[in-house]
């Protein structure tokens, strides 16, 4: 995998990280390839770095991705142009609606949890990004995703907290700083994010 080689020569730091990063890969792999769908949920920057994933997966990010859709009953000559191929990705820190309502009329603590609970199916992966490994809604999230059958996977630091028991694959960076793991975080879901796309597009 020369794009996770890339990684640990440009980050040696991550070098321990090298199986967990090849595990949640293929767990991803496996999902996507059965017409499973990943759900990304975290706090605060971890909710941006969700949101980041999820636009590197919907569309193309460093090589084409072609179409695999019938156009012939289409009247827009330019869709099959512009369409790229995407990964089924949903961050579920978008819904600020649905975020406020159950916050107010439940618990907030359960926010992702209850979306999980809506969406994720079984051969899903749920990945859970918490740079202590403690937060609770997302730990809820993950229950919640085991319960529905879900692969559940953690992006995390530290010592990878509670958070670490409930995953499936578990990716932990040696930091202890929430602003240090967090740096660490985008070089990773950037690799995995690159040899999915390699995956799945790279003969084009």
Known sequence: MVELDTLI????ILRDCKESIISVFNQL???FEANGRLYVCGNGGSAADALHIVGELVKSFVIPRTVDINFEKCTNSDLARNLQGALPAFALVENIALA???SNDVNADYVFAQQVYAYARKGDCVLGISTSGNSRNIMYALEAARGRG?????????DGGKMKDLCDECIVVPEMETYKIQELHLPI???LCIMLEEYFWGSN
Not at 9 to 12: A, D, F, T
Not at 150 to 158: D, E, I, S
């Open 9 to 12: 020569l440009r980050y040696p």
């Open 29 to 31: 792999v496996k999902s």
């Open 100 to 102: 406020t309502a159950y």
């Open 150 to 158: 879900a692969v559940t996977l953690g992006l995390t630091g530290r």
């Open 189 to 191: 879901y950037h690799a």
